[in-house]
């Protein structure tokens, strides 16, 4: 059984920033295709960033582009998101997801594992 553990989080000021951090643990896999998906207050759930099977592509919603780093180091099963100059309205609890099978790097993947969720909070 995979599980994925989330670190990271927490109270940030407006402008500062933040790194999360997941690992795959259990039976971990050689490499997925991962993301990471957030969820505040009285609103669905929507995707943030994504990271290719391979690597090679990355892609972010628009209102974290340029701001938002996704990266995955494959030999420790762990996906990171690097926040910066974080806004009050990126508050929300963030989620990783991972898709082993996506090998596609333009499939949009399943994400059948998910993390537990983190509360990451921007004070203005």
């Known amino acids: 059984q995979v599980e994925l553990v989330q670190f990271g989080g927490g109270l940030v000021q407006a402008g500062k920033s933040l790194t999360l951090s997941c690992t795959a643990s259990g039976r971990p896999f050689s490499r997925a295709a991962m993301g990471w998906f957030r969820q505040a207050p009285g609103k669905e759930r929507e995707f943030v960033a994504g990271?290719?099977?391979?690597?090679?592509?990355?892609y972010y919603t628009e209102s974290v582009q340029g701001r938002f780093f996704i990266s995955k180091d494959d030999d420790k099963n762990t996906v990171y998101l690097q926040m910066n100059n974080l806004q009050p309205e990126d508050t929300a609890v963030y989620y990783c997801?991972?898709?082993?099978?996506?090998?596609?790097?333009?499939?949009?993947?399943?994400?059948?594992?998910w993390g537990q969720g983190t509360q990451v909070t921007v004070s203005s």
């Open positions: 997801a991972a898709d082993p099978l996506a090998y596609d790097d333009y499939a949009t993947p399943e994400y059948p594992y």
């Open positions: 990271i290719s099977w391979t690597g090679g592509r990355t």
